[in-house]
Every structure is written in C-alpha cells, then in structure tokens.
C-alpha cells in the first residue's frame, strides 16, 4: 500500500511557476515508477509527465514539454514537478500517481493515487 500527499498548488499569473511535491509512504518507494496527472473542469483526467523507478528516464505530454520537469528524491520518498512558463490552460486539478510499472503510469492506469492539488493560472 502506498499513501500519496501532493502540496505546493495554488494561484499564480501566467507566465510564472509553481513546483508541486508527493510526499510517498512507505519504504519501497524507489519500487514505484512516478507520476503527475492533471484534470481541469469539464474535461477528462489527463497524462502531463512520468519518471522511471531508479534511472530518472522521464516522459511528458507534448503540451507541457519544454516548460515542466518531472523529477525525484527516493531518499525523501518524494516526486516533483517543477512548472514554468505557466498558461491557464495549465489551470486543473493536480495528481500524483505510482506503480510499478512505467508502463501502467503512460497508460493512464497506475495504481495509487493522490487526492489532488489545485493548480490557477491567471491571464
């Protein structure tokens, strides 16, 4: 069982940043590939960036690569998502989602998730 807290959403203008952080239970965190979806209002959950268990290979959606950086501290339990260049369209609900399996993470199936951050972009 793996317990996920996100922090560090909240309200900023466009173009500036924001870095979310899960903090991860357990012991076996370095066990669990990594990562971050996000859902705005009215749409569908969606897949923004991944990070492998140990060798830091990372994956974005097309939208947010080049602006946000995935990236993890398994002596802190912990997965980042260091966000720049903010846009409103960035504006949603946050994630924080593991498994095993890199795989389950890009197929939008893992199996644990957070309860969520609320990120607002300001125009």
């Known amino acids: 069982q793996v317990q996920l807290v996100e922090s560090g959403g909240g309200l900023v203008q466009a173009g500036g940043s924001l870095r979310l952080s899960c903090a991860a239970s357990?012991?076996?965190?370095?066990?669990?590939?990594m990562g971050w979806f996000r859902q705005a209002p009215g749409k569908e959950r969606e897949f923004v960036a991944a990070?492998?268990?140990?060798?830091?290979?990372?994956a974005y959606a097309d939208s947010v690569k080049g602006r946000f950086t995935i990236s993890r501290d398994n002596a802190k339990n912990t997965v980042y998502l260091q966000m720049n260049s903010l846009e409103p369209e960035d504006t949603a609900v946050y994630y924080c989602?593991?498994?095993?399996?890199?795989?389950?993470?890009?197929?939008?199936?893992?199996?644990?998730w957070g309860q969520g951050t609320q990120v607002t972009v300001s125009s």
């Open positions: 990070i492998s268990r140990t060798d830091g290979g990372t």
């Open positions: 989602a593991a498994d095993p399996s890199l795989l389950n993470i890009g197929r939008s199936a893992p199996d644990y």
């Open positions: 357990g012991r076996t965190f370095s066990r669990y590939a």
